[in-house]
């Protein structure tokens, strides 16, 4: 830990794409090859959003305004992350819905989304995007567009391989535990011959993404692949605060298509050492405004 410290201390220059991607030296992303640029000076104040939901016949007009959390102005600089300037993921309906979506920034600096919404009830949205000059920030929170919120979905266990637009997906996730940051790995293949995909495209700036949300809703993490994560297999590094059981969505690209898998899984603690104390401490509740994940920065939660 105090040589991760310490390297982190050392980087000068990061991948914007990319911000856990850095260096003492000018370089290239080793993800996604951009060419890496100076880092601001860290600011690890949580940037406020006001998320407003109007209920549409199709779903719900969204509108979230970021605000400076010194001066409380509009904040209408942001930094392109992974193609966007915000990347919004909305799950609900006994998290059997999922979308990961791109509001639209407008005039007065609000962003705007349109969505399609299954049915009227509870929903959870989860936002993350770059202000200039600061550090990622994740915000998240549950609103509702009829229905009351009631007892958190609790889905089982589902490990088994997804056919999903023509291609086997299928998760190993026996090394996953609380607390640490263990290899998750999904496997692409052809479901007749058991070919590996060859054709993944590059999708929003990584060959695939991930999104992963606790069945209590009070936890969302959302990752790339690990490595040059070209696959296959896709490895991602999930760092889960707590043993329970999460909801996974991995969304890769083929032929221009978007395709979505999910699954279910239940990473208990480990067994001794800084990861089981770390995940204890989380379990009981002793956890720090900021959570765990696989981008480094602050995490805005309203009531």
């Known amino acids: 830990m105090q040589i991760f410290a310490a390297l982190l201390l050392l980087a000068q220059f990061w991948c914007p794409m990319h911000p856990d991607e850095r260096s003492a030296a000018r370089g290239k992303c080793g993800i996604c090859g951009m060419s890496l640029v100076p880092m601001p000076p860290a600011q690890f104040a949580s940037y406020p ?9 199709a779903g719900a007009r969204l509108r979230l305004t970021v605000t ?13 992350v992974h193609e966007r300037p915000m990347h919004l993921f909305i799950v609900g309906d006994g998290l059997s819905y999922f979308a990961h979506e791109h509001p639209e920034p407008q005039r007065d600096g609000v962003f ?43 889905p089982a266990v589902d490990g088994a391989p997804k056919i999903v637009d023509g291609m086997r997906v299928s998760l190993d996730s026996s090394q996953v535990k609380a607390g640490g940051a263990k290899p998750l790995t999904f496997r692409i293949e052809d479901p007749a011959s058991g070919a ?19 069945v209590d809703l009070t936890e ?26 999460y909801k996974v969505w991995i969304q890769f690209q083929r032929a221009g298509r978007i395709s979505t898998a999910s699954f279910v899984i239940e990473p208990g603690l480990p067994a001794t050492g800084t990861a089981h104390r770390l995940a204890t401490a989380l379990q009981s509740g002793s956890r720090p405004r900021a959570r ?5 920065g602050s995490v805005s939660r309203n009531p």
């Open 68 to 80: 400076d959390p010194a001066t409380r102005a509009i904040v209408r600089r942001f930094s392109i």
């Open 220 to 245: 969302a993490i959302h990752g790339h692949p690990t490595g040059d994560g070209h696959g296959p297999p896709v490895t991602f590094a999930p760092l889960l605060p707590r043993a329970g059981r």
């Open 112 to 154: 705007m989304l349109d969505v399609h919404l299954p049915k009227a009830g509870p929903y959870m949205a989860i936002a993350e995007f770059l202000p200039e000059g600061a550090t990622p920030q994740t915000f998240q929170q549950l609103f509702t567009t009829g229905e009351a919120f009631g007892r958190p979905a609790n």
């Open 292 to 296: 765990a994940s696989m981008c480094v």
């Open 196 to 214: 590996p995909a060859g054709d993944l495209e590059p999708y929003l700036g990584a060959t695939a993404h991930l999104l992963i949300v606790s």
């Open 49 to 57: 959003v006001d998320l407003r939901v109007t209920p549409t016949l």
